[in-house]
């Protein structure tokens, strides 16, 4: 069963770059597409995007001018940047198992802060 | 790509049955069966409850099914009890091959 650990910097000023990493403990590295999610406190899910262990990638329009995510293969991780942060990009970011059109399962969330 | 479109609230008393609505068009969950249902409860992260329409994972409760028809995806819960008190999300592929999820439907088990 695939476990996941995610750690980062929670408190950014804005115009700075977050940036997130994901640990994969267990199930096949190479089966899986490997996706970053996020809440902002009291509203819904956004999907951010996701990489396979190829570094193929696929990103929402709305994020994807400021999204890279890569992947570590050899340390069985992938990590998140998001370039030129506000107030909008403050939320909890789940680093989420995908593939097999499910996600499932998620790690435990790391809330970032976007203030001045 | 627009979010998927959920009722804000829904309700019922234990033992009954409801029922969560996530309305999409042809080019996400009228295009293919790649819907999926989450619960979260208030400080935790989501969890799956259905996968493809209407398949339960391994260890959720069949009081839980899913279903579609057209752009409209369903979630029942059956026999509702006060632990299902939760938000539940919806959630689809695209045919952009991108997701996209519901805005969220709070339960309130009365």
């Known amino acids: 069963q695939v476990q996941l650990q995610q750690w980062g910097a929670g408190l950014l000023k804005p115009s700075e770059t977050l940036s997130l990493t994901c640990a994969v403990n267990?199930?096949?590295?190479?089966?899986?597409?490997w996706t970053w999610i996020r809440q902002p406190p009291g509203k819904g899910l956004e999907w951010i995007g996701e990489?396979?262990?190829?570094?193929?990638?696929n990103y929402n329009p709305s994020l994807k001018s400021r999204v890279t995510i890569s992947v570590d293969t050899s340390n069985n991780q992938f990590s998140l940047r998001l370039t030129s942060v506000t107030a909008a990009d403050t939320a909890v970011y789940y680093c989420?198992?995908?593939?097999?059109?499910?996600?499932?399962?998620w790690g435990r969330g790391t809330l970032v802060t976007v203030s001045s | 790509q627009s979010a998927l479109t959920q009722p804000a609230s829904v309700s019922g008393s234990p033992g009954q049955s409801i029922t969560i609505s996530c309305t999409g068009t042809?080019?996400?969950?009228?295009?293919?069966?790649?819907v999926c249902w989450y619960q979260q409860h208030p400080g935790k992260a989501p969890k799956l409850m259905i996968s493809d329409v209407s398949n339960r994972p391994s260890g959720v409760s069949n009081r839980f099914s899913g279903s579609k028809s057209g752009n409209t995806a369903s979630l029942t819960i059956s026999g509702l009890q006060a632990e299902d008190e939760a938000d539940y999300y919806c959630s689809s592929y695209t045919s952009s091959s991108t997701w996209v999820f519901g805005g969220g439907t709070k339960l309130t088990v009365l």
């Open positions: 267990g199930g096949s590295f190479s089966s899986h597409w």
């Open positions: 989420v198992t995908g593939g097999n059109w499910r996600f499932d399962p």
């Open positions: 990489i396979n262990h190829s570094g193929g990638t």
């Open positions: 042809n080019s996400d969950i009228g295009g293919h069966n790649y």
